[in-house]
């Protein structure tokens, strides 16, 4: 259950009952009174009461959720960044990034969209998979929109069929958007061709727009704003995630070991926050590695050390830029046999494994 005074006061939907964590969270503030709602000596992270109060609502304001559903790969955490102003979801060339269902909340005079970014469908090999592939099938029913995400640069696929059907069998109403039309060649009618097909049996409306190169993002949310109902606001304006900062600071230590390491490395690491003290100047983050394979270890800490200094400087640049001031960052590296095949060790590890 979503469970916040705050929230609740906002008006949740009775489809808002994820079990999930409270918007203690991200915002878009200064970085001085940023730290402010950050989390205290012991790590813990403030309670909501310290958030701003949600407004009320002005006439003719809408709002809702809009779920990112897209094959792996196509753009859907690139977009939600793009779209809330700040880095919440770790991107990258390799696929499965996007692990848990991450909220990227963006408030403007007329509307509030929560983008529901979710791990892209896929057919599941490993216990991970099947929690990852069955989050995101949820939040196709726990959404009032849909924005369905395809690579515009190579020709639809069977997968991109795949996720049409199931869309296609719920009433939520769906966009086709196409994204990364930086990469289409100038003679793109085979391409459009296989989208507007795509499209086609389901009425969906097409919109062209690149989340890296920042093009057509304007009407794509004029698109998606005009299919929210009139509602409250659910979350304070300024806020733009609803996971807390340690979630976003283990994302970003995982981001650079998916960049920096071997392929068998990225999708068998999961990262534990074990303690955040904040100085005035300086904070101070003891975070571990948890892989599954002593012979991962090895990797991740590379000779001397040295892959996991490079790992532990590029996330800490990151985190820096998070939380807006300076950082210490100790990595440690630990092995757990099998933890994707285990449910309780993927809750434990922050991962959002329903029943
Ligand atoms: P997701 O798995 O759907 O969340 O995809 P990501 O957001 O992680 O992006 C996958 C890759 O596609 C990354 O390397 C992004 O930089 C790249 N990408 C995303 N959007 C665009 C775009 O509009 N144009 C281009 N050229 N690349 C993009
Ligand atoms: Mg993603």
Redesign the pocket.
């Known amino acids: 259950m979503v469970i916040s005074g705050q929230v609740s006061g906002g008006g949740y939907r009775s489809h808002c009952c994820y079990p999930d964590k409270a918007p203690e969270s991200i915002r878009t503030m200064p970085p001085s009174i940023f730290n402010q709602s950050g989390f205290n000596q012991s790590g813990t992270p403030l309670s909501a009461s310290a958030a701003t109060p949600i407004p009320d609502a002005p006439a003719g304001f809408r709002s809702g959720f809009v779920g990112l559903i897209?094959?792996?790969?196509?753009?859907?955490?690139?977009?939600m960044n793009q779209l809330v102003g700040q880095k919440i979801?770790?991107?990258?060339?390799v696929?499965?990034?996007?692990r848990n269902r991450l909220r990227g909340i963006l408030t403007t005079t007329e509307a509030q969209i929560v983008f529901v970014?979710t791990?892209?469908i896929h057919k599941p090999h490993h216990q991970l998979g099947t929690v990852l592939v069955k989050n995101a099938k949820m939040a196709i029913h726990a959404v009032d929109a849909i924005l369905f995400?395809v690579d515009g640069?190579v020709v639809a696929g069977g997968g991109d069929r795949y996720i049409a059907e199931l869309l296609g069998s719920v009433s939520t109403p769906a966009i086709l958007g196409i994204?990364?039309?930086?990469?289409q060649p100038s003679d793109c009618a085979v391409l459009d061709d296989s989208y507007a097909a795509l499209a086609a049996p389901y009425g969906w409306p097409q919109l062209k727009?690149?989340?890296?190169?920042v093009q057509g993002l304007d009407p794509l949310l004029q698109a998606l704003v005009e299919r929210l109902e009139p509602g409250p606001y659910y979350y304070p304006p300024d806020l733009v995630t609803d996971q807390p900062e340690r979630f976003i600071m283990g994302e970003l230590i995982r981001e650079q070991i998916l960049r920096l390491t071997r392929e068998e490395v990225p999708h068998s690491v999961a990262i534990a926050i074990d303690r955040v003290d904040e100085d005035p100047d300086i904070t101070r983050i003891l975070a571990t590695i948890h892989v599954e394979r002593p012979s991962q270890k090895g990797i991740a800490i590379g000779k001397g050390g040295r892959m996991l200094k490079a790992i532990g400087s590029a996330a800490r640049q990151q985190i820096q830029k998070l939380i807006a001031g300076k950082v210490y960052l100790e990595l440690f590296v630990k092995v757990q046999p099998k933890w994707r095949q285990s449910r309780t060790r993927l809750a434990e590890l922050g991962y959002r494994v329903e029943k």
């Open positions: 897209g094959r792996p790969n196509v753009g859907k955490s690139t977009l979801a770790i991107t990258s060339p696929a499965q990034t996007t970014d791990p892209g995400v640069s994204n990364k039309i930086d990469q727009f690149s989340a890296l190169s």
